[in-house]
């Protein structure tokens, strides 16, 4: 039984190679993946979420370039590499956008930026500014390139795109893991014992199913409260029901089958017969309704985060970034709005591209 499964996943996995859209689809997914994890590592903004606000500088269009004088903060405690994976890294410095600058003397007299057409005159004692070590004050003086442009609040476009990634795959990777959690057991349970059982599930699978998912959402949300956590597990109890028909379908033909009336003449127990006989010839169908869930999760996620009960400022989330620029769509900057809605295109596309490869690979019948 284990050559023959390892026979299957290795076929399985060939034939999802040869599928050329399937296989950019998950280049994609990992390539989303590894942005997730280390991204604060080289965001250009690796602030906590992606929050260094620079309100001179707001909605600026992608390309823009800004000089700023770094001021230390000494407010800010450093942290350590594991810290900065995970949580981003409090900056050191604040950032002074500044149009011009000259030294006279022991002073640096800068034109600090107000809006584009008004600045004003600051004055700063050099050896304060650069802890007495004024032959270094170009390191200082440094220009930043906004590669996306810059949001309603100053803050990095592409910065706060990388760290939304996260938010995008955590909350796709939690929803499928309750609905497969769920789904698995009440299908399982249903579509080997039938009778009253199967009733009692179905009927609990037929009203969840009659309510609109985003009004299922609402209700769960405003139960559990708004939240980062609260918004995975919501939108995962929403997903279940697909995976509980899906999965009480296989068993019900599976458990007619000879080798698990084989099972049943040897004395095997029903939990031995589900979790070792059944459940494991059902992976394939799980996988592609895996795939297919991950992209509904993504798209739900963005679009309560757009309504304002999902994710929650300051955390980045291609939906909030949405709401945040959506204005800016029939003025001078629509690309605000329209990058982060590039990306869930994107990062949807290929699960669903994944999915429809999966289903392939899997379908032994067009494979043989």
């Excluded at 280049?27 to 590592?41: K, Q, R, T």
């Excluded at 604040?94 to 008004?118: A, C, F, M, Q, W």
């Excluded at 650069?130 to 609040?153: A, M, S």
């Excluded at 379908?249 to 004395?267: D, N, P, S, T």
Aim: glycine share 8%.
């Amino acid at each position: 039984m284990q050559e023959r499964s390892i026979s299957f996943s290795l076929k399985t996995w060939q034939r999802l190679k040869k599928n050329k859209l399937a296989f950019a689809g998950l280049g994609v997914i990992i390539l989303a993946a590894f942005i997730a994890l280390f991204g604060y590592l080289f965001t250009p903004d690796g602030t906590p979420n992606a929050d260094l606000q620079t309100l001179e500088i707001q909605a600026k269009k992608p390309g823009y370039t800004q000089l700023f004088l770094k001021i230390h903060d000494t407010k800010k405690n450093p942290v350590n590499w594991i810290e900065n994976m995970l949580f981003g890294k409090p900056s050191q410095f604040r950032y002074l956008p500044i149009n011009s600058y000259k030294v006279k003397g022991n002073n640096l007299v800068v034109d600090k930026l107000i809006d584009e057409d008004t600045t004003i005159q600051q004055v700063f004692n050099i050896d304060e500014l650069t802890f007495n070590q004024p032959q270094h004050l170009d390191q200082y003086l440094v220009i930043k390139k906004f590669w996306l442009g810059t949001d309603v609040f100053g803050r990095d476009i592409l910065s706060r795109l990388i760290i939304g990634t996260r938010v995008s795959l955590a909350v796709g990777f939690i929803a499928v893991i309750v609905s497969l959690l769920l789904g698995v057991v009440l299908g399982a349970l249903a579509g080997y014992y039938r009778g009253w059982v199967d009733e009692i599930i179905m009927w609990l699978v037929n009203v969840t199913w009659s309510i609109p998912t985003l009004l299922l959402v609402f209700a769960i949300t405003i139960a559990m409260g708004k939240g980062f956590w609260q918004i995975f597990i919501a939108v995962g109890l929403t997903m279940w029901v697909s995976v509980a028909r899906l999965v009480r379908g296989q068993v019900m033909a599976i458990k007619e089958l000879e080798y698990i009336q084989a099972a049943r003449a040897l004395g095997f127990n029903d939990s031995r017969i589900i979790l070792k006989h059944i459940l494991p010839n059902i992976i394939g169908p799980l996988l592609v309704i895996a795939a297919g869930n991950f992209a509904t999760a993504i798209i739900i996620e963005a679009g309560l985060s757009f309504l304002g009960i999902g994710v929650q400022a300051p955390q980045p989330s291609w939906g909030l970034m949405i709401k945040e620029n959506y204005n800016f769509i029939i003025t001078h900057n629509p690309l605000l709005a329209i990058i982060p809605g590039f990306a869930i295109m994107i990062l949807v596309l290929a699960f669903n591209l994944l999915g429809n490869g999966l289903r392939d690979a899997v379908d032994v019948k067009t494979n043989t």
